[in-house]
């Protein structure tokens, strides 16, 4: 007779860890990182490694103030801080990307229980509280210049998603980059990139891109009476592309069930249009409907989450 060895749960096991998919997602950002560096020059750069550097310096902090284990290197504080600083014009001055770290870690990270434990994401919520408290240093852009790495010294305050620059880019300067905008947002390519790496490494499912561009770009085409042409320059302005796979799709502030994550989608597209179709909003607001629902995530996870095995219905 065959003796079978019973060990504990859980019994399906795999090498992925927090410290493996934080690592995919920052591989995955460094195409726009390096696109913005290129287009915008030495001050994007600067303003990327202080974000994570002081990202990382905070978490740090906080963990050894709290007497807690020191959770910095399962890099989830270095995404947090590549991605607000993706959200930042490489204009801002080098306190705001220290500023808007330490909000993002401690205020809306830590303060919660660290990694899994926070209900916004905090590179989003850090870069909401930013432009609400610096309105005019977050909405001021730098003209790109590919390859200068000096940058210029022109200012272009109007991006694509503005009224006061709409329809005046190519889609080709779009989808390049080769436009006014934050570090990380402009090109569209490498922001494409990095996204089939996530769903290469089965980081991120097609749920909630598919959702989120999918319903934003079937209003504005309803809405502009079938404008393909419209329709995709407004797809490929703004932060809608790094929102959809970079920011939306975040573990702890997205639900994790499918139907959830389209629902969760839907929502995030209804409200940019809204944003910018129905308000006619002069800023780019593709953080605020990421947020909005954030806040929601938690009942949409209530009314699509399966029922335990075994439960009885009352």
Partial sequence: MSKYIVSASPHLRDNVSTRSIMQDVCIAMLPACIAGVLFFGYRAAVILALSVLSAVLSEKF????????????????????????????????????????????????????????????????????????????????????????????????????????????????????????????????????????????????????????????????????????????????GGLILGAFFMATDYSSSPATNKGKLIFGLGCGLLLFWFRFGKKAPAEWCSFAILLMNVVSPLIERVTGTKSFGEVKK
Avoid at 114 to 140: H, K, V
Avoid at 144 to 157: E, R, Y
């Fill in 62 to 237: 906080y963990c050894k103030a709290a007497h807690i284990k020191d959770t910095t290197g399962d890099f989830s504080a270095v995404v947090t801080g590549m991605l607000l600083a993706m959200n930042l014009p490489s204009t801002v001055p080098y306190w705001m990307p220290v500023i808007g770290s330490i909000i993002a870690i401690l205020l809306c990270k830590m303060i919660f229980g660290g990694i899994g434990q926070n209900f916004i994401n905090p590179a989003l919520a850090a870069r909401a509280i930013l432009a609400l408290s610096w309105a005019s240093l977050m909405n001021t852009f730098a003209a790109p210049a590919f390859g200068n790495l000096a940058g210029v010294d022109t200012i272009a305050s109007a991006t694509p998603v503005s009224g006061a620059a709409a329809g005046s880019f190519t889609l080709a300067q779009l989808a390049l980059g080769n436009i006014p905008g934050t570090i990380g947002e402009t090109c569209k390519i490498a922001l494409l990139a990095g996204a089939a790496y996530l769903f290469v490494r089965k980081v991120i499912s097609w749920h909630i891109p598919a959702a989120f561009i999918g319903s934003f770009a079937l209003c504005y085409l309803i809405a502009t009476g079938f404008d393909v042409n419209a329709t995709l320059y407004q797809v490929l302005s």
